[in-house]
């Protein structure tokens, strides 16, 4: 581990020698202007494909969307973009380190910390190890790209399913500001803002911040304390320096604090001992409330800084370095039984859960350096390496108490300490080749990667001395280590064809995600790891526009086949989670994004995304509580193939409108109406297939109406999210625990709400 460090920080300052931005800063208001023109075409630039090139050009399944249609939309989180991009869908759990997003209905929904995020989440080119860290709110962005589907030679980390990739906005070479803020109903109120500027010839800074916080939708009924909350704050710095004519730097620096009141809710309960004891709580699908006696708590910090470096020489060849360093530490704690009993009632299959508490320290460090060079008479290329070290540190202790048929109280806990090292180290090539109309691309990745595990359990077993401890493999003492380390080959190949209104593109992909480990109450000494994933991607699609970019429209059909899918599920009776092997699974269908922009005052935008999300072979997989062999439960397993992937609706549905309304030239402002929507159809939440745990389809539609100045230097508006008070939850399971009931993930927009917001620039 000392070696990699030493590798990864040696490599940092050869990159400082030799390698740092070079491309000549640009006006800012000129770029945010050109941006904005273009904000609803495929004139807008993205880096997809590492390099600088329109929508337009790029022959990727990609997703972009503005730091201005963020804002009109009210997304202000990552959480959130799937209100904006209909192959993404977010799974909500019952804390950050808990949710996932998935890409074309591919997500990984795991606990253990030995398992990486399928979708990975990148913040101005760094990779966050885990999704809990990416779950983080949009400050000061640019834009955020969605690159759709398995993305493994030039993002290269794991990104089985997809990338979500956030550009921050750059400092400006003159002074200037943004500032916002809104208050809604439930005390929820947001603050955020920017300035920038030069401090010197040549140099220039960019400080943005945040402070958001909301009482929460949840009341608890046992105290009248408000969950499902939160309250938060953020920073983040840029210095950027233009060193000489071929040489520059940038340095961002950020920091983000979180608190939050997370819990799931009771949405039915098959014991009618819980039943009675959350009375007067009303149970149902639309209950939003909870009576419990422990008050949920997660807290999460993190903090970063890198430096960005790019170096111009010879004619035209760019050399780029980004060398990173980020922490993340996490601690929640939930009340598992929903009840607000301190003893537990005569019915033994009841029982009382208030401690279910964990920690996470996470440190990543990792250096990207890549060589792009121009057009070299027909073809061009991009090399680089990319080194990546994480070293995570989580524990988690549990403790419930039952009465025995002596009527005496019983408790019983459980606890483990785990830590995990994953090395990442990776060569990649790519190119494209011009002939004429016709472009041929294609890259190749290399990687190399090495996890390493420890977990540790004490004889005792217990939180709480003289406790029982935990049956099972929860309960048995370990005290191991071990690792596993894996070499892979993944690529792409594609052609492009340019016809002038647009052109058509088809593509092979090779994916990979990393083996992992399961560090938590089900890992024993000579426990396996979970074979790594692989994913043949078949992707062929269309961009076309007209000629002034009036009407534009993206069009991607898709064909994705997962051998060893990682997933986890809890098997009847049992109250700890089995991380496994999935067989093979695919994902396939048909994606189409259009923009109409009839005049400068009227911007249409409409996303849709059909997808057939199945499991291909899955003959052992696990039951669900209460599943009879009449149903296909056969010795504690059923056979899973062709069944429903987790959270992965057939259809989503994404839309956008604004007009603006001018009060004539003499008056200083014009008005706007603007609204968005988002469907998604019918879901499936657990592997096993439980009937309880399918959502209904539902509607999502925001409006705002207000004035802005003509220069847009200033606006105000009152908007509404949830119009029509579509009140399900973001997510619906079952868990057998206390006897067995269907727990909900609420969110802020389950419910209909107003408010107010406003922005001023310079």
């Given amino acids: 581990m000392k070696v990699t460090k030493s590798l990864m920080l040696s490599a940092s ?24 023109r273009s904000a609803n075409s495929n004139a807008i630039v993205v880096t997809a494909t590492r390099r600088e090139q329109t929508l337009q050009e790029v022959p990727v399944a990609v997703s972009v969307v503005s730091g201005e249609l963020l804002d009109d939309s009210g997304v202000s989180g990552v959480d959130q973009i799937s209100q904006a991009v209909p192959s993404v869908t977010f799974t909500q759990g019952n804390n950050e380190n808990n949710s996932s997003l998935n890409i074309r209905g591919i997500g990984t929904n795991v606990f253990s910390s030995g398992v990486e995020p399928s979708v990975s989440i990148v913040f101005d080119d760094v990779v966050m190890a885990r999704a809990g860290q990416g779950f983080q709110d949009f400050i000061d962005v640019q834009r955020i790209e969605v690159l759709r589907g398995p993305q493994s030679t030039l993002f290269g980390k794991n990104a089985s399913a997809g990338v979500v990739s956030v550009t921050t ?22 603050v955020r803002g920017s300035v920038s500027g030069p401090l010197s010839d040549g140099i220039a800074a960019r400080v943005s911040a945040f402070y958001k916080q909301y009482d929460g939708i949840t009341e608890n009924l046992f105290n009248g304390d408000e969950y ?42 098959l014991n009618p001992t819980v039943v009675e004891a959350v009375a007067p709580l009303e149970l149902g699908i639309s209950n939003t409330d909870v009576n419990i006696n422990t008050p949920p708590r997660s807290d999460s910090e993190q903090r970063g800084a ?126 494209n080749v011009y002939l004429g109309d016709l472009n041929l691309f294609g890259g190749l990745r290399v990687i190399h990667e090495k996890l390493e595990w420890e977990v540790f359990r004490d004889p005792a077993n217990v939180v709480v001395p003289g406790d029982i401890a935990l049956p099972g493999a929860a ?49 024993l000494e000579g426990s396996e790891p979970v074979e790594a994933e692989t994913v043949d991607a078949f992707e062929v699609g269309a961009k076309l526009s007209t000629w002034d970019d009036v009407f534009s429209v993206n069009l991607a059909l898709f064909y994705t086949q997962y051998q060893n899918y990682q997933a986890q599920a809890q098997r009847p009776n049992d109250i700890t989670f089995e991380l496994t092997n999935a067989g093979d699974i695919s994902t396939k269908g048909i994606e189409i994004e259009t923009v109409f922009q009839p ?50 609706p057939d ?38 297939q439980n009937p309880l745990s399918r ?8 409006a705002s109406i207000g004035v802005e100045s003509k220069d847009d230097d200033y606006s105000v508006s009152l908007f509404v999210r949830n119009l029509f008070d579509q009140n399900l939850p973001q997510r619906i399971g079952f868990s057998s625990a206390t006897g067995g009931r269907v727990t909900a993930q609420v969110w802020r927009n389950q419910e209909r709400y107003f408010g107010i917001q406003g922005r001023f620039s310079f």
């Avoid at 233009?242 to 730097?249: G, I, K, P, R």
């Avoid at 010795?635 to 992965?648: E, K, R, T, V, W």
């Avoid at 309304?661 to 879901?683: L, M």
Wanted: charged share 20%; glycine share 10%; hydrophobic share 35%.
């Fill in 228 to 269: 499902n909350g939160y309250e938060a704050w953020g920073v983040r710095g840029k210095l950027q320096a233009d060193v000489t004519d071929s040489l520059s730097l940038e340095f961002i620096g950020d920091y983000r604090d979180s608190t939050s009141t997370p819990t799931f809710v009771l949405a039915d309960a």
């Fill in 169 to 190: 906005k750059d400092a400006t070479d003159y002074l200037s500001g943004e500032f916002d803020a809104m208050y809604a109903e439930g005390n929820e109120y947001q």
């Fill in 13 to 36: 300052f050869v990159a400082l020698g030799v390698a740092t931005p070079a491309i000549a800063q640009e006006n800012q208001a000129d770029e945010s202007a050109a941006e904005e």
């Fill in 475 to 523: 309960g048995q003492p370990a005290d191991f280590s071990g690792s596993t380390d894996d070499t892979a080959f993944t690529g792409n190949i594609g052609a492009r064809y340019d016809f002038g209104a647009g052109n058509v593109y088809a593509s092979y992909s090779r994916g990979y995600k990393g083996q992992g480990f399961n560090t938590a109450f089900a890992s």
């Fill in 306 to 431: 890198q430096m960005n470096a790019e170096y111009l020489f010879g004619n035209d060849f760019v050399l780029n370095s980004t060398t990173a360093v980020r922490s993340y530490d996490f601690e929640n704690n939930i009340d598992v039984d929903s009840t607000p009993l301190s003893a537990p009632p005569a019915d033994r299959s009841f029982f009382l859960w208030d401690l279910n508490n964990g920690t996470t320290q996470l440190t990543q460090y990792s250096q990207e350096i890549r060589l792009e060079s121009p057009d070299l008479g027909g073809f061009d290329f991009l090399v680089g390496a990319f080194a990546y070290y994480v070293d995570l540190d989580s524990t988690f202790q549990r403790r419930w108490v039952f009465r025995n048929a002596a009527g005496n109280e019983v408790p019983r806990s459980g606890q483990f300490n785990s830590s995990n090292q994953t090395t990442n180290l990776a060569a990649f090539v790519s190119g």
């Fill in 599 to 648: 005049t400068d005052l009227t911007t249409f935008r409409l996303g849709a995304t059909y997808m057939d999300a199945k499991i291909d072979d899955f003959p052992g997989g696990p039951c669900f509580d209460g599943q009879t062999e009449a149903q296909g439960c056969v010795n504690n397993a059923q056979d899973l193939s062709g069944a429903d992937l987790p959270n992965a």
């Fill in 651 to 688: 259809w989503r549905l994404t839309g956008f409108a604004r007009q603006i309304v001018p009060f004539g030239d003499d008056a200083p402002v014009d008005g706007f109406v603007q609204g968005n929507f988002s469907y998604q159809s019918s879901v499936q939440f657990d592997l096993d």
């Fill in 695 to 702: 959502l209904d389809g539902y509607w999502l539609v925001n």
